[in-house]
T-cell receptor, first 111, second 115 residues
Framework: DVKVTQSSRYLVKRTGEKVFLECVQDMDHENMFWYRQDPGLGLRLIYFSYDVKMKEKGDIPEGYSVSREKKERFSLILESASTNQTSMYLC??????????FGQGTRLTVV | AQKITQTQPGMFVQEKEAVTLDCTYDTSDPSYGLFWYKQPSSGEMIFLIYQGSYDQQNATEGRYSLNFQKARKSANLVISASQLGDSAMYFCAMRVNNAGNMLTFGGGTRLMVKP
């Protein structure tokens, strides 16, 4: 069974903290994605990766970075969290051009 | 740049009736794929249906069908015989095959099914 796991369901962090969101998939997918979801704005792509150590900017990369050292793991990093990064974060993975499978989401609150 | 537009923020449909959710897209690449996802209140993202840009026939999956009009760049989702469990957010997405498999989503449509 396909599985994408995000390390936390809920997170509360302080402004200025460095925040790591982890995502692991067990399907040997080459593509992995990070989105943020805000009401009325849908899912906006932050970064994606099509191979180990490869990364591409999405539509809203500012304030974020990513790391993909192993095929199964894709990390999203907020170098210095700000209140406008309070959001739901969704990780997804896909095999080549097939449909993407999503994790359960991480609701991040920055106070 | 790729763009997906869903113009209906919210819609109501009577139970057992059919409903069409609109999606238009913009890309200059001839090779792409279009996807629809459902997100119920529990938050999980559920894949519903896929249409490739070179597919000759409209995709169907059970009660879901995709009305693909390539010249108009539209990929509307049709749900037949609506059920109460269809109440959810619905997202249209596009993957452009020459853009590193980047997957872009629209803003979503909230569908509410009335008993």
């Amino acid at each position: 069974d396909v599985k994408v796991t995000q390390s936390s369901r809920y997170l509360v962090k302080r402004t200025g903290e460095k925040v790591f969101l982890e995502c692991v998939q067990d399907m040997d997918h080459e593509n992995m994605f990070w989105y943020r979801q805000d009401p009325g704005l849908g899912l906006r792509l932050i970064y994606f990766s099509y191979d180990v150590k490869m990364k591409e900017k999405g539509d809203i990369p500012e304030g974020y970075s990513v790391s993909r050292e192993k095929k199964e793991r894709f990390s999203l990093i907020l170098e210095s969290a700000s209140t406008n990064q309070t959001s739901m974060y969704l990780c997804a993975s896909s095999l080549y051009r097939n449909e993407a499978f999503f994790g359960q989401g991480t609701r991040l609150t920055v106070v | 740049a790729q763009k997906i537009t869903q113009t209906q923020p919210g819609m109501f449909v009577q139970e057992k009736e059919a409903v069409t959710l609109d999606c238009t897209y913009d890309t200059s690449d001839p090779s792409y794929g279009l996807f629809w996802y459902k997100q119920p209140s529990s938050g999980e993202m559920i894949f519903l249906i896929y249409q490739g840009s070179y597919d000759q026939q409209n995709a169907t999956e059970g009660r879901y069908s995709l009305n693909f009009q390539k010249a108009r760049k539209s990929a509307n989702l049709v749900i037949s015989a609506s059920q109460l469990g269809d109440s959810a957010m619905y997202f249209c997405a596009m993957r452009v095959n020459n853009a590193g498999n980047m997957l872009t989503f629209g803003g979503g449509t909230r569908l509410m099914v009335k008993p």
